[in-house]
């Protein structure tokens, strides 16, 4: 417990949840702004129904690209200062300690997540919208789940690669796991060799758009994909497992 909160204390002092609630006071402004000429589906996207879960799309991304930053150098820079000595003097496991500093990771993601739906929130009762407060608020379930999927994953690769490619990486899969809708469509065209291995790569890529599109549903009253979130569940399984079994040679 005291790892994890060592993390968020330092990841705090880097002013990482400063930097979100910019982010999420820009973007929310931007979006709310008069925007009446943009429609989706036919419908002005003023229409705030139409509007918060194109910005849940938005925030989870951001908060999926903050769970990035967070994790990438967590664990390789806690080795860098030999402070993992000191932890196995203590008889911490290496298993043990990479899952408290991931955790720490999560833990910061979701402040910054929550700090841009709370964002959200304000700007939807400054738009008179408040009967989606709630929704909003268990749509935060979601931003958890994409948050501490790319923190788990961005964490396992860091244990074993350099930070420089544990980044590409995970932008990489951070990037197409968030258009991943678009990519199955651009590629159900694709036949041959190219396309076989194409689909079959998409397939193992997390599907955040999926994990997004249910907060929207969630707010427009749609029905909820629970086949998404159990496969969105099992990711942070495989993980959580990685990084319990992956060691690093330095300890």
């Given at each position: 417990m005291e790892i994890m909160k060592n993390v968020v204390r330092e990841?705090?002092?880097?002013?990482?949840?400063?930097?979100?609630?910019?982010?999420?006071?820009?973007?929310v402004a931007m979006f709310s702004s008069d925007m009446g000429s943009l429609t989706i589906g036919g419908k002005s996207i003023n229409d705030y129904y139409v509007l918060v879960p194109v910005l849940?799309?938005?925030?989870?991304?951001?908060?999926?690209?903050?769970?990035?930053?967070?994790?990438?150098?967590t664990i390789p820079l806690e080795y860098e200062r030999r402070t993992s000595h000191l932890i196995w003097s203590r008889g911490?496991?290496?298993?043990?300690?990479?899952?408290?500093?991931?955790?720490?990771?999560?833990?910061?993601?979701?402040?910054?997540?929550?700090?841009?739906?709370?964002?959200?929130?304000?700007?939807s009762v400054l738009k008179g919208y408040e009967e989606i407060i709630g929704k909003i608020v268990?749509?935060?379930?979601?931003?958890?789940?994409?948050?501490?999927?790319v923190c788990m994953l961005t964490s396992a690769l860091s244990i074993k690669l350099p930070t420089v490619f544990t980044v590409t990486v995970m932008v990489?899969?951070?990037?197409?796991?968030?258009?991943?809708?678009?990519?199955?469509?651009?590629?159900?065209?694709?036949?041959?060799p190219a396309g076989i291995i194409s689909k079959g790569?998409?397939?193992?890529?997390?599907?955040?758009?999926g994990i997004?599109?249910?907060?929207?549903?969630?707010?427009?009253?749609?029905?909820?994909?629970?086949?998404?979130?159990?496969?969105?569940l099992f990711m942070v399984w495989i993980a959580g497992l990685l990084i319990m079994l992956l060691k690093r040679e330095e300890a």
């Open positions: 990841k705090i002092r880097k002013k990482m949840l400063y930097v979100a609630t910019a982010l999420g006071i820009l973007v849940m799309n938005v925030m989870n991304f951001l908060a999926g690209a903050i769970a990035l930053a967070v994790s990438c150098t911490v496991s290496q298993a043990r300690y990479h899952m408290d500093l991931t955790a720490g990771n999560i833990l910061v993601a979701w402040i910054s997540g929550a700090i841009l739906y709370i964002t959200l929130a304000v700007f268990l749509a935060m379930v979601f931003m958890m789940l994409y948050t501490a999927i990489i899969i951070l990037v197409c796991g968030a258009l991943r809708s678009a990519l199955n469509l651009f590629l159900a065209a694709m036949t041959g790569a998409i397939r193992i890529i997390p599907d955040l758009a997004s599109k249910q907060a929207g549903n969630l707010v427009q009253n749609k029905p909820v994909n629970v086949h998404v979130i159990i496969i969105g």
